[in-house]
């Protein structure tokens, strides 16, 4: 089945600096990209998602990037907020398996 | 709109015992999921249903069972519980896989 990997597991960076969350991801028949934030606490909340045919995407301070031939993607986060503080996770869906996979998350802590 | 609903918060059960979680729907979504997530595992997927009458399996769905008789509700059975179910499970639903996940808030389950 699909493997996809996650790093790092914690990130911490300084108020206004940016943080990157990368995955790797095994099936080149994957198609859709999502990315998930879960506060402490919460339930996962869907914050952007990319689909195959794209190479970026972007939403006021987040942005995602695929890169198809490596097999990678990538959460971007600029001028971070201490709300920005949570566990992220990202997600590859494979159309062959018909299922989500997910990766194993990144708790990402913003300091003051 | 209540989304996605679960039942119930909070669970224990002894080692052996049988139970429902429950899940529903209002949003007239045709694909539904239970995941459960562990410390450092991120949401791994339990079964899945692609619209009534129709369940597949997930990654880890021994010990459980499901049934999708109506499109609103998609419960999880537990059989015979074990510690090794002690996890917090999620509900989820969206029009399709390719698609935001609606997740709901999340059952705790203590097994002893």
């Known amino acids: 089945g699909e493997n996809v990997e996650q790093h790092p597991s914690t990130l911490s960076v300084q108020e206004g600096d940016s943080a990157v969350i990368k995955c790797t991801y095994s099936?080149?028949?994957?198609?859709?990209f999502p990315w998930y934030k879960q506060e402490l606490g919460k339930r996962p909340q869907l914050i952007i998602d990319?689909?195959?045919?794209?190479g970026e995407k972007k939403d006021q301070r987040i942005a995602v990037t695929l890169n198809k031939t490596a097999k990678h993607f990538s959460l971007h986060i600029t001028e971070t907020q201490p709300e920005d503080s949570a566990v992220y996770f990202c997600?590859?869906?494979?159309?062959?398996?018909?299922?989500?996979?997910f990766g194993t998350g990144t708790r990402l802590q913003v300091t003051l | 709109n209540a989304g996605v609903t679960q039942t119930p918060k909070f669970q224990v059960l002894k080692t052996g015992q049988s139970m429902t979680l429950q899940c529903a729907q209002d949003?007239?979504?045709?694909?539904m999921s239970w995941y459960r997530q562990d410390p450092g595992m991120g949401l791994r997927l339990i079964h899945y249903?692609?619209?009534?009458?129709?369940?597949d399996q997930g990654e880890v769905p021994n010990g459980y069972n499901v049934s999708r008789s109506t499109t609103e509700d998609f419960p999880l059975r537990l059989l015979s519980a074990a510690p090794s179910q002690t996890s917090v499970y999620f509900c989820?639903?969206?029009?399709?896989?390719?698609?935001?996940?609606?997740f709901g808030p999340g059952t705790r389950l203590t097994v002893l």
């Open positions: 989820a639903s969206s029009p399709s896989m390719r698609n935001e996940q609606f």
């Open positions: 099936d080149s028949a994957s198609n859709y």
């Open positions: 990319i689909r195959s045919n794209v």
């Open positions: 997600a590859v869906y494979t159309g062959t398996a018909s299922k989500l996979t």
């Open positions: 949003m007239n979504h045709e694909y």
């Open positions: 249903s692609v619209g009534a009458g129709i369940t």
